[in-house]
Every structure is written in C-alpha cells, then in structure tokens.
C-alpha cells in the first residue's frame, strides 16, 4: 500500500479509535460498561443518533451543542478525535517501513490516548487499560516479529524496574500505575524505551518548572501533577523519534 493512500486511512480509523477514547475516558473511571448502553448527551442522557457519532464533523454540524438539550459539548470530544487520527498518520510514517513496528505502533497509541485522558481527570491509570495493553504488546510482539520480543520483555522490565525504584523513593510522586505504564511502554518499544523515559522526564520537570515559576517554589511542590499524561508523550515521541534518539546516543559513545 502506497504511503498517500495508507496516510487517510489511518487518519480515518484514528478518528474511530479517538471517539471509542472518549468513551472508554467517560464511563471507565465510573464504573459504567463500555459496549452498551448506547453513547449519549452527558447532560439530558439523551441517546444520540447515529449522524451525531461522526468523529469531529458532528461536533462541527451541531456547532458543538447536543441537538436535544441545546446544552454545550466539550470541545475535548473533536479534540481527542482529530489528535487520535493525526497520531495514527504520524505513526505510519514514521513506521512505515516495518510492519511489526507499525501496528505495535498503532496499538500503543489506542492504550495511551484513554490512558492519558483517564489519569489527567482522576490521577490514575487503571488496570483495566494497563494490563490489557501489557497482553496486547506480548501477542503482537510474538506474532509479529519473535526474534525482537525477549528485547521488548528486557526493556519492559527495565522500564518497570527503573519507575518502580523511583516510586519506592518517593511514594508521594510517583504511582504504581505510573510503573506499569513504563513497562507496558517498554513491551512496545523495546530499546526506544529509553527515548520515551527520557522524553517523558524532560517534560515533567519543564512543567514543574513552570508551576514553580507562577505560584512559588512551595506551593508547586505541593502542587499534584499526574505523570502518566508525560509517560503518554514519551510514548508518542519514541514512536516518531525514538530509533533517530537511539541512534545518535549510540553514535555518541
């Protein structure tokens, strides 16, 4: 399949996997079942109708308000859609060329987008996402390209290993859900691994930073930022970047 016509169907089915996001993000934390009952206006309940589920140009068509109740949609909904669709692109250009890594891929920005969303709103990154992408990663990896997975289970444990150090540490700002998200990376990545901690690492404490430099060193100390939302960029960064990162810290020593 030639890049300009494997480019829009990716985007397409990105935009798909972006809306099953939003909802896996809105009913998990609660409790609520995935599959059924159909999605629907958060405000009225109402269910909404199949020309209202289009990924993004519902929201647009409506003007971003529920055809029932009139009440406001959150633009997070077209967001999330568009940002899943541009990531699947993304990743098949910069993967095109191995179709293991490709799809381990595309599979790893399905788990990281809800994961993301989930931990940014309730500061948690549950099982239900984490361990089912750990089993998604080994049966691709297997299937797919075998000679490369005991690297994938290495760098998974070594991930794992790494956060769960820094967690014992200092329990206060790292999590257990934090851990298992550095090692499902690691059992998608491999050796990239390392590009995504390092990603992931840089932009927490450019963000920390930032949260000292407007409300005082004290108080951003004091001030809870989840990090799975990084280990997430980490994740997307080592996918478009992590073999050209990987490269040049080789070349360097």
């Not at 989840?226 to 997307?236: E, N, S």
Request: with cysteine.
């Amino acid at each position: 399949m030639t890049l300009l016509l494997a480019v829009p169907i990716a985007t397409l089915l990105g935009l798909l996997v972006g809306s099953l996001a939003n909802v896996v993000a809105y009913r998990l934390p609660r409790g609520e079942p995935l599959a059924t009952p159909r999605s629907r206006c958060p405000r009225c309940e109402h269910p909404l109708r199949p020309r209202d589920t289009v990924p993004v140009l519902s929201w647009l068509r409506l003007r971003g308000r529920c055809r029932d109740c009139h009440e406001p949609i959150s633009r997070r909904y077209p967001f999330v859609e568009a940002a899943t669709g541009l990531l699947f692109a993304a990743v098949v250009v910069a993967r095109r060329d191995d179709a293991a890594d490709l799809l381990l891929g595309l599979v790893l920005v399905s788990f990281l987008v809800p994961l993301a969303l989930i931990d940014l709103a309730t500061r948690l990154l549950p099982n239900r996402l984490t361990l089912p992408a750990a089993v998604a990663a080994v049966v691709v990896g297997s299937l797919m390209d075998p000679s490369g997975e005991v690297e994938r289970l290495a760098a998974g444990a070594a991930a794992g290993g790494f956060f769960l150090l820094a967690a014992l540490a200092y329990p206060s700002g790292m999590g257990i859900g934090d851990v298992k998200l550095a090692a499902v990376l690691g059992l998608f990545l491999g050796r990239e691994v390392s590009a995504a901690v390092l990603i992931a690492l840089v932009a927490g404490v450019l963000v920390g930073v930032a949260i000292m430099r407007r409300v005082g060193v004290a108080e951003g100390r004091r001030t809870g930022v989840p990090f799975g939302p990084f280990l997430a960029l980490g994740g997307v960064g080592a996918l478009l970047w992590g073999q050209e990162l990987v490269t040049a810290y080789l070349d360097q020593f």
